[in-house]
């Protein structure tokens, strides 16, 4: 079976391109997606892509990703910051996770510094754009294979 990563997008990040590009730069979501999957489909791997401004809902996503996919990239938005229960539904689902930021948060306010997620995380990218996307993707393509289907309960 073809390795599967998920890719979730936080709140906001769908007005990548229009938003604040002084700090986002100017790629579309769509772009972003676009991209991962053509880089995906020559690493022979699939990327199903999410994108949610509501905490439930992902958190909903990463439960059901339970069994179903080999590794979580994960760029939780300003929820990095606050959410406690997105921190606790990928440890529940034991799925390994890469945390990526388009922005070098620790340039940023001090509270973006604190992640709820970082400490859990297999690999942290910030501040290199939606260039952060590809390397999370090349990373997980190569690290971050595990068997899918043995982890479903
Ligand atoms: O929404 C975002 C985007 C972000 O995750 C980033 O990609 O740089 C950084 C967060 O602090 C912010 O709230």
New binding site residues.
């Given amino acids: 079976m073809a390795q599967k990563i998920l890719l979730i997008n ?4 769908n007005l990548l391109g229009t938003r604040e590009p002084q ?2 730069g100017s790629a579309t979501l769509n772009d972003v997606v676009k991209q991962a999957k053509i880089q995906a489909s020559e690493l022979s791997i699939q990327v199903e892509a999410f994108q949610s401004n509501h905490e439930g809902a992902i958190v909903d996503k990463i439960q059901a990703a339970r069994g179903e996919v080999d590794a979580v990239i994960i ?4 929820f ?2 606050t959410s406690v229960a997105i921190r606790d539904a990928l440890l529940g689902v034991g799925i390994p996770f890469v945390e ?4 070098n ?1 620790h340039a ?1 306010e001090p509270w ?1 510094k604190h992640s709820y997620l970082s400490d859990k995380a297999q690999a942290v990218i ?1 501040g290199l754009g939606v260039f952060g996307y590809t390397a999370a993707i090349e990373f997980a393509a190569k690290h971050m294979k595990v068997n899918v289907g043995t982890s479903k309960l």
């Fill in positions: 936080g709140p906001n990040l700090i986002y760029n939780p938005g300003a990095t910051h990526i930021h388009v922005s948060v940023r973006r910030c």
